[in-house]
């Protein structure tokens, strides 16, 4: 179980693990750890399970998965009998009105339904992946002079998991550059595997990408894949503008994380969210949800 911060509720509740017994034995044992590296992190082992999601005779596993993780099927664009494949349901759109935006431009509302973390005035040399483990900024886009523009700024970093709407959208208004692809592995981005190898978002395949924000000067846009990710889509069309609340893509099976850099002094983040952060503790967020206001005016 992993301990959340329910924001609406204002209490704490414990995350049921997909696959958690699996995760703890791949990352917890040496039998599990020569698995990991000789098979499961690498290319070949999502693909072919992200293949296997693709196929007709996967909308055999939607309905048991909806049952056993209590999934509101009334938010989906889609009804059940609609899907063609476990992908097409796990990357469903949901309505409209159960996502509202903000319509206020000055706040900050999150991009994704996830787990957030929240870091100000950040070293880009000492990104922290969990307490005691760390990582950088260049080593994670490996853009040297980018990375600059965000010494001192704030990050967050949002965890999906398999149960979690897994389409992600843009933040405000603006431009965003075409995505850069960084190859690398597979390994899980649950707090477990994060907990027991060094630099998972370094060496995890990625994909980022410039956003030139109307409301909160240029965001450094980062979608990490992770075990069972069989693609990272993007769907929106680089150089046009958008409006808040646009779709930039989405993820299909598998937890994934959307990370976000802020320049020094664009935003200020909601202080419930940085008071769990220091304790380590995530907290549930849904996309449009405030989750922070501008700091420049």
Request: hydrophobic letters at 35%; a positive charge.
């Amino acid at each position: 179980m992993i301990r959340i911060f329910d924001r609406k509720k204002g209490e704490y509740d414990s995350e049921v693990v997909v696959g958690g017994k699996y995760i703890e034995w791949l990352y917890g044992t040496m039998s599990g750890r020569w698995v990991l590296e000789a098979l499961v992190k690498r290319k070949v082992f999502s693909a072919f399970y992200g293949r296997l999601m693709d196929l007709p005779a996967s909308k055999k596993l939607i309905s048991p998965f909806i049952k056993d993780n209590n999934l509101d099927m009334d938010e989906s664009v889609k009804n059940l009998n609609n899907f063609e494949s476990f992908n097409d349901f796990f990357t469903r759109s949901l309505k409209t009105e159960s996502r509202p935006i903000p319509s206020d431009p000055s706040i900050l509302m999150s991009p994704v339904d996830g787990r957030l973390l929240a870091y100000e005035d950040i070293d880009i040399d000492r990104l922290v992946q969990v307490k005691g483990i760390t990582y950088t900024l260049g080593g994670l886009i490996g853009n040297g002079n980018l990375k600059n523009r965000y010494a001192h700024g704030t990050m967050l970093v949002f965890r999906l998991c398999p149960l979690d709407y897994h389409r992600f959208h843009f933040v405000d208004s603006g431009i965003c550059s075409k995505s850069r692809l960084i190859k690398g592995g597979y390994y899980s981005v649950n707090p477990v595997s994060l907990a027991k190898v060094p630099n998972v978002y370094v060496e995890n395949k990625r994909m980022y990408s410039l956003m030139r924000s109307d409301n909160f000067s240029d965001i450094l846009i980062i979608e990490v894949g992770a075990t069972n990710v069989g693609s990272i889509v993007q769907t929106y069309a680089p150089s046009n503008r958008f409006l808040r609340g646009t779709e930039k893509g989405f993820f299909k099976f598998g937890g994934s994380t959307v990370l976000l850099f802020f320049k020094e002094g664009a935003v200020k983040i909601d202080q419930d969210i940085l008071d769990e952060t220091s304790k380590g503790i995530e907290s549930k967020v849904l996309m449009g949800e405030p989750i922070g206001r501008r700091a420049r005016q």
